[in-house]
């Protein structure tokens, strides 16, 4: 497998092309812009299997629409989180100067626990409200796709709507308590690993 990022966006929100077999699928897509455009088509993309949307915020999802119109795939959102496709007062784009939002239905409405083939596996859906209501996090191989769930020594934010302080921070206990070590993959700022988080991001410290 492979996994390669890119900084989309004025809002600076990572988004992420794993690739495994012949599969392409990318995590969240802020703007679909030239840049993400050639960023794809640098790594040999035709089609993807899967848009995999970590929440939906507006500088997540944004770009759903134009993406899958040039290379198809899946959208894959949680139950909590796919009416934010269609609503900008949801995605809190309508408070946002970030661009058009176009509205969209999401493929496939996951939950917990959820397992989509990939590639030579599986992408596990874990959910972690606390950001939004239907926040989740997907594992593949070695990468933990945080979202805004977790961030390096960080957490995402639980004063918007449909946040909770409380619901969060048992999100983190969740992912502390993974077994084994992750490459943690966030939504906005530097890669990180769970060993280091869990030593080192006071909001998972016990
Ligand atoms: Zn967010």
């Known amino acids: ?43 040999g993309v035709e089609t993807l299997r899967y848009i995999l949307l970590t929440h939906g915020h507006f500088d997540h999802i944004l770009g759903v629409r134009a993406l899958r119109e040039k290379y198809g795939g899946e959208i894959v959102i949680s139950d909590g989180d796919k009416r934010c496709l269609e609503r900008e007062d949801l995605s809190l784009n309508a408070w946002s100067s970030y661009g058009v939002q176009t509205p969209v239905t999401a493929d496939v409405a996951v939950s917990d626990g959820d397992r989509l083939p990939f590639g030579d596996g599986e992408i596990e859906v874990l959910f972690t409200p606390g950001h939004t209501r239907g926040g989740v996090c997907y594992l ?67």
């Open 140 to 206: 593949f191989g070695d990468c933990l796709f945080s979202g805004d769930t977790l961030f390096y020594r960080s957490m995402g934010r639980s004063d918007m709507p449909g946040g909770d302080t409380l619901t969060l921070l048992q999100s983190l206990s969740r992912l502390r308590a993974l077994p084994g070590n992750y490459r943690v993959l966030p939504g906005h700022g530097p890669e990180s690993t769970l060993d280091s988080e869990r030593r080192n991001n006071p909001f998972m410290r016990r």
């Open 1 to 43: 497998m492979n996994v390669y990022s890119i900084e989309n966006g004025s809002y600076a929100t990572n988004c992420y092309l794993l690739q495994s077999g012949g599969d392409f699928a990318v995590v969240d897509c802020g703007v679909f812009d030239p840049a993400f455009d050639a960023f794809l088509s640098a790594h």
